[in-house]
């Protein structure tokens, strides 16, 4: 179908807006300075890249300013910027065809800096709770879908330092699958205590600002944000758009080797290379620039030369590679995205940026890494790197439109069917599918009294995970590694393995993918290191913590513990985090990226997490009844759930038993709040009738509703809306989160399990509820199914995203 | 604003593509109103027509519960952008930014217990 950049939008240390970013980049003009708005005193550096001449009072409302923090301030500046040089004339698009994919690896960090601190030196009951509205990761994503009617497709991607470009890769694979006719996609972080903190405990911080490819003696880390418009090739050509550059193609690889560091033969590095390019249908000799990764750490630096020579070794001139960090800094999880907009203007400008801080008496890794002077040359092609903690690699290929050769033959793409072949449980219901499936039987609700009593919750109840039965599944010698989330995370990985007997070796490491799902991430081992940072100082941090605090920190130890190398990406869409993951496994099978794709849903429960939906006052102080008219709140729970999706012939082939089949799916968002939820229901209808659409199936085909109520009134009414307007009161609608309380990330995964049970068995979870806020058909105790073929599966994140799945039996 | 109303006063809210139900209590909503003022919901005229007849809990019910189904199909208003006012023969009349609003009817209903509104959308 072909995807354009009509539109580009930036803020950065070396200056807001495209005109004055270029020009300091093509300059080699650094905007690495002294800190001034964080205590450098116990840092092992001063330097970093902060946005300055910044107002985002200029853009937005004393509420907006309010209601947001810097981090979706300046994701909405520089979408802004984008949506203006895009020149769209209005109602160019209809607004559900219109969506937003961000990467961020902080989010609303500063926010709970904030809020933990008042916590920590004031008490609970003096915490401003509003901080914890704009906390979440999806609150940039939520935002610029309210303030430019963005009613599509809505996701948030955390891979940390890479997450920015997988945002890119995912908006062109959204419109590549017809989901969406433009998408916003970027990324946007801010500096914190937490990052600056956690890279000087493992002494990453250069103390000079970096030098990327010489010295290598660390990083310089930044903010910053970048946004690019992408529009469908053919609709932007229609329109005469300025087209600025296409996306060719994305690669995602991981490492599969530490925690931190990068494979330091570049494997990882090379094959996300390898696989843009291949997308693109490239020869290497086409490839004009590298726009590098280019940290400032010797361990990246070697690891991504490494495969860069590995690549290029054949190449017939040699490969100009620049750091464009050495101006701008590490800006973390914007990084691809500022990236991708210095490559889209290298090809508008014809020129190579440079590496700056660069000793052209010294070139270690002998590449040319463009020293210290920007070069005037042809660029038609370059590719972009970005790798991230857990190593989580993704490379991007960007073309100049007016010199790309494009096909002008349809291309026929074959789409493969995706089926479920393996289920792991770890939830407060049951551990192992047995034991979870015969609670849905039982129907005795996990929720109970909560160890960590305190009187100044109002919520005394919660669904633990009561014993640790589900360690046995870990390697021992790994479990000291692992904090809250990676543990849950790796058991459930281990025992869908196990269930699917899928053994993965040399053969097929690269053609499996792990999409991880997580709302809150790893919260414990973020308050440990926090909690040092404000009680003993900055300088305080404990190493072995900080690389944990990431959102994608489980997700590489998965990849890493059974070796699989294929894509790997973390979302951390709130609510729906779980659902878009299998969402995106599904459509990576279904375009042929992937064979198979482990699907891993996890949320931990604590009592930070208690306290701080407490303090919102989401939480009930009973056991929670979905769709109840009385409806007080939910109860939380902890744990994980992983499924196993396939193609359908990578599972004949190898003979595994196949539960089910994911049909099709929705995503649609409301436009409408922060952390709110539009009452009328009208878009989470619109995501299950997309779904309806998607798996060519009709609403009379669905069988039962697996729904996100959870025991909030106004959430659960939400829902009952979209479900009457498409289904009035004709289908049994159920939800666990009576039984096993609300997986905040993860109750699509529990529900699609329940699915697959429902599937074998004709049962569906009660709700034993005789005071329902409307007038739907409450599944009822031990009530058997007479036909149980197809069900949908629905779920909602606050701030106005819904997603729904179809899935049901399968039919060779 | 309507979604701090709709979770503390609200009995019922239905919605379909062409109308939407909106029923609210009134003993929660009086508690509400103890912490606030009419102001902060209703333009002067509305505050007028309020109280220039008796029963004002459940006036002030049965049009907030019309605010609110109107706010489900126009979610960028805001309360005092709706305006419920009545006409000569009794009959409400929906006005956006103080324009009559051709494109629904409204009609309201109230008991001692609960103020009802049901919106219906005509094109």
């Not at chain 1, 995602?252 to 990068?262: E, F, G, M, Q, V």
């Not at chain 1, 370059?382 to 050769?405: E, K, R, T």
């Not at chain 1, 049909?663 to 779904?691: C, H, P, T, V, W």
């Amino acid at each position: 179908m072909g995807v354009a950049i009509t539109g580009i939008g930036v803020l950065s240390a070396v200056g807001n807006g495209r005109e004055a970013f270029w020009e300091s980049i093509r300059l080699g003009r650094s905007g690495l300075k002294e800190m001034t708005r964080f205590d450098a005193s116990k840092l092992s550096t001063r330097f970093v890249g902060e946005v300055r001449n910044f107002d985002p009072s200029e853009y937005m409302s004393e509420q907006e300013l309010h209601e947001t923090e810097r981090c979706s301030q300046l994701a909405f500046a520089a979408a802004w910027e984008a949506f203006e040089n895009a020149s769209l004339p209005v109602d160019q698009y209809s607004d559900d065809r219109k969506g937003v994919v961000i990467g961020t690896s902080l989010g609303g960090i500063p926010n709970g800096e904030v809020f933990h601190s008042q916590w920590l030196h004031d008490g609970y009951i003096q915490t401003d709770e509003s901080l914890l509205l704009a906390y979440p990761l999806h609150t940039s994503a939520d935002f610029l879908s309210i303030r430019f009617r963005l009613k599509g497709p809505k996701i948030t991607i955390s891979t940390a330092c890479s997450a920015s470009s997988g945002a890119i890769g995912y908006g062109a694979t959204l419109i590549n699958a017809g989901k969406a006719d433009l998408v916003i996609v970027g990324g946007t972080d801010p500096l914190s205590m937490l990052s600056l903190s956690g890279f000087n405990s493992l002494k990453a911080l250069s103390s000079d600002p970096c030098s990327p490819y010489c010295q290598s003696k660390g990083i310089t880390i930044a903010e910053g944000a970048g946004m690019l418009i992408l529009e469908r090739l053919d609709l932007a050509e229609r329109r005469g758009a300025t087209i600025l550059g296409l996306v060719g193609g994305c690669g995602l690889s991981s490492d599969a080797y530490h925690p931190t560091a990068p494979n330091p033969g570049g494997a990882g590095a090379f094959k996300s290379m390898h696989t843009a390019v291949a997308q693109a249908s490239l020869n290497l000799d086409e490839i004009d620039y590298v726009n590098g990764h280019g940290t400032g750490t010797r361990a990246n630096d070697s690891a991504e030369t490494s495969a860069l020579k590995n690549m290029f070794r054949d190449s017939k001139k040699p490969i100009p590679v620049s750091s464009t960090k050495s101006m701008i800094g590490h800006t973390l999880g914007a990084a691809g995205a500022i990236e991708a907009i210095t490559c889209v203007m290298s090809m508008m400008h014809n020129t190579l940026p440079p590496t700056v801080n660069f000793d052209e008496s010294h070139n270690p890794y002998g590449l040319d890494f463009v020293p210290n002077t920007s070069r005037k040359q042809q660029v038609n092609t370059v590719l972009s790197n970005s790798f991230a903690f857990g190593g989580n690699n993704v490379s991007l290929l960007f073309q100049n439109y007016d010199h790309s050769p494009r096909s002008t033959e349809p291309q026929n793409v074959a789409h493969h069917r995706t089926v479920i072949t393996g289920l792991g449980i770890v939830q407060p219901l049951g551990i192992g599918k047995e034991s979870f499936f015969s609670a849905i039987v039982n129907g005795k609700s996990a929720i109970q009294d909560i160890p960590f009593q305190n009187e100044v919750y109002h919520s005394r109840v919660g669904a633990l995970l009561d014993n640790e039965q589900y360690l046995k599944y870990i390697n021992p010698s790994v479990v000291r590694r692992l904090d809250m989330l990676s543990k849950y995370s790796m058991a459930s990985a281990k025992m869908t393995l196990d269930d699917a007997k899928l053994k993965v070796n040399r053969d097929n490491c690269e053609r499996i993918a792990i999409i991880f799902g997580t709302s809150s991430g790893p919260i414990e081992t973020v308050e440990a290191v926090n909690r040092s940072i404000v009680l003993q100082g900055a300088d305080k941090v404990n190493p072995s913590l900080f690389p944990n605090t990431v959102m994608n920190a489980a997700a590489g130890h998965i990849c890493l513990a059974f070796q699989i190398k294929g894509p790997s990406t973390t979302i951390c869409s709130g609510g729906v985090s779980g659902s878009q993951a299998i969402i995106y496994a599904h459509q990576m099978i279904k375009d042929g990226i992937v064979d198979a794709a482990l699907v891993i849903a996890s949320d931990e429960y604590n009592e930070t997490l208690h306290a701080g939906y407490d303090r919102l006052g989401v939480l009930s102080d009973t056991i929670p009844v979905p769709f109840d008219r009385e409806g007080r709140g939910f109860a939380l729970s902890g744990g994980s759930t992983a499924i196993l999706l396939e193609s359908e012939e990578h599972a004949i082939r190898r003979g595994a038993e196949v539960y089910g089949e994911v049909f099709g799916y929705g995503i649609a968002s409301d436009a409408y709040r922060i952390a709110g939820n539009q009452s009328s229901g009208k878009d989470y209808a619109r995501s299950i009738e997309l779904a309806l659409q998607d798996s060519g199936k009709t609403k009379e085909q669905i069988d039962a509703i697996f729904t996100d109520a959870r025991g909030s009134k106004h959430i659960d009414m939400v829902e009952a809306n979209a479900v009457r307007r498409i289904f009035k009161d004709q289908v049994p609608v159920t939800s666990l989160a009576g039984l096993n309380g609300y997986a905040v990330g993860g109750l699509t995964p529990v529900h699609t399990a329940a699915a697959v049970f429902a599937l074998k068995e004709h049962v569906i979870p009660a709700i034993a509820n005789d005071n329902p806020i409307a007038s739907i058909r409450l599944a009822g105790h031990a009530e058997r199914l007479q036909r149980a073929e197809t069900f949908m599966i629905n779920s909602s994140a606050y701030g106005g995203t819904y997603t729904s799945l179809v899935i049901g039996k399968y039919r060779s | 604003m309507f979604d701090k109303l709709i979770h503390h006063t609200l009995y019922q809210l239905e919605c379909s593509d062409n109308y939407t139900l909106v029923i609210l209590e009134n003993e929660r909503l009086e508690v509400i109103l103890n912490n606030s003022v009419l102001s902060d919901w209703f333009t002067p005229q509305e505050i007028q027509e309020i109280r220039s007849k008796g029963r004002l809990i459940e006036r002030v019910s049965a049009r907030l519960a019309a605010k609110i189904a109107i706010h489900q199909n126009h979610t960028s208003l805001t309360p005092h952008h709706i305006e419920i006012r009545s006409e000569q023969s009794g009959q409400p009349q929906v006005y956006i930014e103080g324009c009559p609003y051709a494109r629904g009817v409204i009609s309201l209903s109230h008991t001692r217990n609960f103020g009802a509104a049901y919106f219906f959308i005509t094109n």
